[in-house]
């Protein structure tokens, strides 16, 4: 297990209790997905693995050791992209080495690697007002691939992006990943997202959040995307997921 | 263009209105900008210049120097923002020039007041511009920096600095506008000295067209610093807008 949560709990200041005694273990190499109820208090709790907010009670353990912070093999992907208005394609990917220290130089060559790999060569000198939502997304996950991370943590990465850009996305981002053997921990609110891509599915209950259940779909991954959305396992999962979350809607 | 356009116009207006004599304090704008030609080139204009902009240089300078800092500390820190937020409030709308008289009591009649002049002026808004841009500034670029170990001199400089741009030159644009105003009126309020010393020379004197033109490049003067600095924040605008 290189992840682990143990018993935490979240509560905010105003008394809105997000998350009681959650512990859940994530496996090197693999695709989790954190599914629940919006409210549920997911985002929360992949901020707290990232060491971006402070857990009430229990701790994350990273490869054994306590998280006190945001750290060198994590890599956040944000929902808001959050990328630097005012600077470059390549200057955003090349952040989190340049907060490192790297030199400019080494860090531009390693920009450009996966800025390719995303799939946006050309556009290294645009600025992110001129790219589209999915573009952008491609610029934040190019970011967190860039500073070499084991874990990658991703909250609602495709939720600010059209349908037909988010089903190609995923694909890729499935490609890249496998391809990069990470350890990717994932937050949506959508089942067959979750479905898709996951080999482990957290089901998280409505506020407070608990782990309800969780479902290791047993989908064969060797084949087509277009297979996968046709597949039996995958269709029973999706409906199988429905039927434990509609209790929280 | 339109803005120079109804400038042309006011200006045959002002001509118009010259010509027709009907007003002694009013010259013919023409012979305004004749004045101007013959005023620039004495060696008594370029003496007041230089105390002017040397005035306005210092006043500004340590406007920024502290206004700045002082923004950015009342957004960062709630109890600091609290505290002096009311006193930033009320002298950003004050009266100042009320206080310019006051002035001379405490740091005596000369260069130096015309200096705390021009501090006061544009010292007020620039911090209030400040806070309010760090304060805006994108939460979530925060925690993005943050998530890939950015230390806290990072997190200033490479981010709320920056997010804060667009507010801090505009605060800068005002606070340069309220400068050039704070010279004049120092100048002429408590020590007669510069530009202010000039003005009062050609009013006691009655020379009209050298009155006008002086006013004429006090005006392009703070509209040529006001445009530099507006020059700037278009550029960063052009990337903050999508914030």
């Known amino acids: ?249 | 263009m339109k803005g120079l356009l109804s400038l042309a116009v006011w200006f045959v207006v002002w001509e118009i209105v010259g010509r027709a004599g009907l007003s002694s304090i009013v010259p013919p704008f023409s012979s305004v900008i004749d004045a101007m030609f013959t005023v620039v080139p004495t060696g008594k204009f370029r003496a007041a210049a230089l105390i002017s902009l040397r005035s306005f240089g210092l006043g500004m300078g340590l406007a920024v120097a502290l206004g700045i800092p002082l923004g950015i500390l009342m957004a960062r820190s709630k109890s600091v923002g609290r505290i002096l937020g009311m006193w930033v409030n009320i002298f950003v709308s004050a009266p100042i020039s009320a206080l310019v008289p006051l002035l001379m009591a405490v740091v005596g009649v000369g260069e130096t007041t015309v200096v705390v002049t021009v501090f006061l002026f544009a010292v007020f808004v620039i911090t209030l511009d400040t806070q309010v841009g760090m304060r805006r500034a994108d939460r979530s670029l925060l925690e993005m920096a943050r998530a890939f170990g950015a230390t806290r001199a990072q997190l200033y400089g490479k981010v709320l600095l920056l997010s804060a741009l667009p507010e801090i030159l505009a605060g800068l644009r005002l606070g340069a506008i309220r400068g050039v105003k704070g010279v004049v009126i120092g100048q002429l309020l408590v020590a007669i000295i510069g530009v202010g010393e000039l003005f009062e020379l050609y009013s006691n004197h009655f020379l009209m067209e050298e009155f006008w033109a002086l006013v004429v490049i006090v005006f392009l003067f703070a509209f040529a610093v006001s445009e530099a600095i507006a020059l700037l924040e278009r550029r960063v605008e052009y990337y903050a807008a999508s914030r």
């Open chain 1, 1 to 249: 297990m290189i992840v682990e949560a143990r018993s935490i709990a979240k509560t905010y200041p105003g008394g809105v209790e997000a998350l009681r005694d959650v512990s859940i273990a994530f496996p090197e190499g693999q695709l989790s997905t954190l599914l629940g109820p919006s409210g549920c208090g997911k985002t929360t709790l992949l901020k707290i693995i990232a060491g971006l907010v402070p857990p009430d009670a229990g701790e994350v353990r990273v490869k054994g050791r306590k998280v006190q912070g945001p750290g060198p093999e994590r890599a956040f992907v944000f929902q808001d992209f959050a990328l630097l208005p005012w600077a470059s394609v390549l200057r955003n990917v090349a952040f989190g080495l340049e907060l490192r220290g790297l030199p400019r130089a080494e860090r531009e060559a390693i920009a450009r690697r996966y800025i390719a790999e995303v799939g946006l060569e050309g556009f290294e000198e645009r600025h992110p007002n001129e790219l589209s939502g999915g573009m952008k997304q491609r610029v934040g996950l190019a970011r967190a691939l860039a500073v070499d991370a084991g874990i990658i943590l991703m909250d609602e990465p495709f939720s600010s992006v059209d349908e037909q850009t988010r089903r190609k996305f995923q694909e890729d981002l499935l490609a890249l990943l496998r391809h990069h053997s990470k350890t990717v921990i994932f937050v949506t609110h959508s089942i067959e997202e979750a479905a898709y891509l996951s080999d482990q599915i957290v089901l998280l209950s409505a506020r407070p959040g608990t782990v309800s259940r969780i479902v290791r779909p047993a989908v064969d991954r060797s084949r087509s995307p277009d297979e996968i959305r046709r597949e039996r396992n995958y269709l029973d999962t999706v409906d199988d997921i429905w039927a434990t979350l509609r209790q929280y809607v």
